[in-house]
């Protein structure tokens, strides 16, 4: 390499001092036969070292090689493909052989934690299946992200109230019992996610503001009902009853199916699709709860039991 005669079976790289270094262009291992690669400190020497590794494919391939370049160099290359097709190869580790290894072994002689960080996280970024490309990329602070969190919290509430409005105008005294379902509902959900601990993030917000929807949906198909029975002529109180149990399957299939959709989010989905996930089943079965039973105990409690009832405020 020092002459700039370069064998054809090898290539001429620089390491990371910019140190020539002559590597054979034979390939030992691929980023494909990588499974991992950690960062740590030697139990015996309590230096940084970089634990590798290797599938069955990879392992053999290297037990092979070791065996016979004991006391030999052996580097590893990371390729990059760039955007417009541009690649890059770069000598990040050269170590030597000191035994024969195969599927686990470990690379020494970093001069700190973070070098060996880096190059953990080198190892895992160079098995990846497609190269990566950087689109966009975004930093944003605390300060932005409690403000985005605020901002939806605000939409939160005014959307409720804009629904408890709505429905005290059009359901009257019916209106205002969904109201109050509306707001346990609001208040168990909170007290669920605090009892698991969870962060309410912006997708969280959104799986609240769905469940409010699917809440007021289930108490409109209630309350639609029972002025259907009124209709037909039958007695307020047997109205009621009717309207509550004829609506209960559409509304028991509807959340039903909502909450496999959600079971599945949270089985395949990651980060914020998680958090949208809780909050959407939780809110389900708080809705279920509150508008079905929680309402029907109170209906039934301001006209049920032997009252006379001519009309009703619906």
Do not use: C, H, W
């Not at 005014?158 to 205002?176: C, D, E, H, P, Q």
């Not at 105990?297 to 009832?309: C, E, S």
Request: glycine content about 10%; aromatic content about 6%.
């Amino acid at each position: 390499a020092q002459t700039g005669r370069v064998p054809p079976e090898s290539r001429l790289y620089t390491d990371e001092r910019g140190q020539p270094i002559l590597l054979e262009k034979r390939l030992i291992v691929s980023g494909d036969q990588l499974i991992g690669a950690s960062s740590g400190f030697d139990q015996q020497t309590g230096q940084p070292q970089v634990r590798v590794t290797l599938d069955g494919v990879g392992a053999k391939r290297m037990l092979d090689f070791t065996r016979d370049n004991v006391g030999n160099r052996m580097a590893v290359v990371y390729i990059e493909q760039k955007p417009g097709g541009v690649k890059t190869e770069d000598v990040i580790s050269v170590a030597v052989v000191r035994e024969p290894f195969g599927k686990v072994f470990q690379t020494t002689g970093l001069d700190s934690m973070s070098e060996a960080s880096q190059l953990s996280l080198l190892l895992r970024a160079g098995a990846l299946a497609a190269p990566m490309e950087i689109v966009e990329e975004r930093t944003v602070g605390p300060t932005l992200g409690a403000i985005n969190v605020e901002q939806g919290f605000k939409s939160v509430m005014i959307g409720f109230v804009l629904v408890l409005i709505f429905m005290a105008a059009y359901y009257r005294v019916f209106g205002l019992v969904a109201n109050l379902a509306l707001l346990a509902n609001l208040i168990l959900m909170v007290a669920l996610l605090s009892m698991l601990g969870a962060t309410l993030t912006m997708p969280g917000i959104a799986g609240i503001v769905l469940t409010v929807g699917m809440a007021v949906d289930a108490n409109v198909l209630i309350f639609e009902r029972i002025r259907e029975e009124l209709r037909n002529g039958n007695t307020p109180q047997a109205s009621i009853r009717a309207g509550y149990d004829k609506a209960f399957s559409t509304i028991a299939d509807a959340n039903i199916t909502t909450l496999i959709a959600a079971f599945v989010l949270f089985l395949f989905g990651t980060g914020p699709i998680k958090g949208f996930a809780v909050t959407l089943s939780l809110g389900i079965v708080t809705s279920m709860f509150t508008a079905i039973m929680g309402t029907r105990a109170v209906v039934n409690l301001i006209y049920g039991g032997k009252k006379r009832v001519k009309k009703l405020a619906i």
